[in-house]
């Protein structure tokens, strides 16, 4: 007999508490170190196992990573079983009654989203109370297979260079657009009623370009974040996405990285100036960072850019 709703596990996933009420093992990676606002990163590797009967406290998409495999479920007390193969997604709305069981190893990687990151989303162009994520079973869909693994490799560089999982200030930025056209994406192609995501035409006026471009420039030494900018010039983070990049051709992460080299490079060619504090004052937690970054841009290390001044 299975459990009635009334008895599901109400389930946070931010929390190591509240995962292990439902796996057996903790993530072999997770961003809860890394402070990631309003989304949770975890990569699963767990054995044979089934899950008590819970309610997700955030919307939750499953990307299967492993080999081909069977999964049982229980949606609302309805079974079924499905098939997964490498790149499946499952998305779990929150609050949804649920119930997994796998018969062997099972690897997946999971994204757990607050609901006010829709609400967010959508407030423009329709009323966010009658938006519902809509359950959805065993699909490839590239888009979501792409963005969950990019975050994943954003995790593992913080981890590897900023020690311990915490954030680096260069990826918060990059984190905050991928999860911003993930829910855009979730909004146009997975809910109840589909949402009227405003298209924007035009870029930014130019007032409010160089409002923009005058506080990232002011902050480079800061952990900025897409919403701290699109405040500056009322804007939500969609809105102002969509037309920064429209008016510079970059988006919102791409032209503070751009901004912090130019800067560095600059701060560069005054020598008495120490390699490690450059890397502060332009934003990167440490110099190893700041060292692969720059490589990765200039196609040199800042000391031989530095050099060859």
């Known amino acids: 007999m299975q459990p009635s709703p009334t008895q599901s596990l109400k389930i946070d996933f931010t929390q190591d508490d509240g995962i292990l009420q439902v796996f057996s093992r903790l993530p072999i990676l997770s961003s809860r170190q890394a402070a990631w606002e309003r989304i949770h990163l975890g990569h699963y590797q767990q054995p044979a196992h089934e899950t008590p009967e819970y309610c997700p406290a955030q919307h939750t998409i499953s990307i299967h990573l492993g080999s081909s495999g069977i999964e049982e479920q229980w949606w609302e007390g309805r079974f079924r079983q499905e098939h997964f193969v490498y790149g499946d997604i499952c998305i779990y709305p929150a609050g949804c009654p649920q119930k997994q069981r ?6 997946f990687l999971e994204l757990n989203l607050d609901p006010t990151l829709f609400s ?36 593992e560089s913080s981890i590897a260079v900023g020690g311990g999982g915490a954030l680096l200030e260069a990826n918060r930025l990059y984190v905050e657009t991928m999860v911003n056209a993930l829910v855009v994406h979730l909004l146009k192609h997975y809910t109840t009623q589909k949402a009227a995501i405003q298209s924007y035409a035009g870029g930014l006026s130019l007032f409010k370009l160089k409002v923009t471009i005058a506080h990232i420039q002011a902050h480079l030494d800061q952990n900025l974040s897409l919403s701290e900018i699109a405040a500056v010039v009322q804007m939500s983070p969609h809105y102002f996405a969509s037309l920064f990049k429209q008016s510079t051709g970059q988006t919102p992460h791409q032209y503070v990285l751009s901004c912090r080299i130019e800067r560095a490079k600059h701060l560069l060619a005054q020598r008495e100036l120490a390699i490690a504090d450059i890397s502060q004052q332009v934003g990167f937690q440490n110099q190893s960072h700041f060292t692969s970054v720059f490589r990765k841009y200039v196609k040199v290390t800042p000391k031989a850019y530095r050099n060859s001044l």
């Open 102 to 107: 796998w018969r062997k190893d099972f690897e």
């Open 120 to 155: 967010q989303a959508v407030y423009e162009s329709i009323n966010p109370d009658r938006l519902e994520i809509l359950p959805y079973r065993t699909a490839q869909d590239p888009l979501i297979q792409h963005i969950g693994l990019a975050l994943r490799t954003s995790l």
